[in-house]
T-cell receptor, first 115, second 116 residues
């Protein structure tokens, strides 16, 4: 199984709402990533987890709160978002943070709209 | 810091023809990896092909091949016998070979249209 799944596919939320994005992989990967992607732009790295611990936070605002409950699951908790946070949120996983190839497998993304 | 440049925001090709997408990069490292990712309108990013910097031989995956020119820091993607399903945004990406090599540096992308 070389699949990364993400739910929901689409999410519309108000600026005062709290919501969560979910990402799951069953490839035994120990590194997981959150990216933000605006239309027709490349993905921008937000967070990196390695062995269920937060390794990298690319200066992301605190209204985004990642969580890694176990090695297969990655959540992104959203609170008090702004309309400019509307984007496609991609999850990815790789075997770990080191290694020759360390190929990242991407999920299909969650299309987030903040009203 | 490494940079990746894709100078063609959009390209088009006729079905069954060949198209080449350009990518150049800037780095002072000697150990690194280069990737081409495809992102169709359905959104999922898929790895198309990859190249190790220390390998002279150009990578090939079925109809996809690269022209890797290390001295020129060029990494172009050739798609042969283009198919309608090849229509997508293509991103060139760089990753360091040393240390915690987690970070992919992406180019801005090339939107490929395949005309029937």
């Amino acid at each position: 199984d070389t699949e990364v799944t993400q739910t929901p596919k689409h999410l519309v939320m108000g600026m005062t709402n709290k919501k969560s994005l979910k990402c799951e992989q069953h490839m035994g990967h120990r590194a997981m990533y959150w990216y933000k992607q605006k239309a027709k732009k490349p993905p921008e790295l937000m967070f990196v987890y390695s062995y269920e611990k937060l390794s990298i936070n690319e200066s992301v605002p605190s209204r985004f709160s990642p969580e890694c409950p176990n090695s297969s699951l990655l959540n992104l908790h959203l609170h008090a978002l702004q309309p400019e946070d509307s984007a496609l949120y991609l999850c990815a996983s790789s075997q770990d943070l080191r290694g020759a190839w360390n190929e990242q497998f991407f999920g299909p993304g969650t299309r987030l709209t903040v009203l | 810091a490494q940079t990746v440049t894709q100078s063609q925001p959009e390209m088009s090709v006729q079905e069954a023809e060949t198209v080449t997408l350009s990518c150049t990069y800037d780095t002072s490292e000697s150990d690194y990896y280069l990737f081409w990712y495809k992102q169709p309108p359905s959104r999922q990013m898929i790895l198309v092909i990859r190249q190790e910097a220390y390998k002279q031989q150009n990578a090939t995956e079925n109809r996809f091949s690269v022209n890797f020119q290390k001295a020129a820091k060029s990494f172009s993607l050739k798609i042969s016998d283009s198919q309608l399903g090849d229509a997508a945004m293509y991103f060139c990406a760089y990753r360091s070979g040393g240390g915690s090599n987690y970070k992919l540096t992406f180019g801005k992308g090339t939107l490929l249209t395949v005309n029937p």
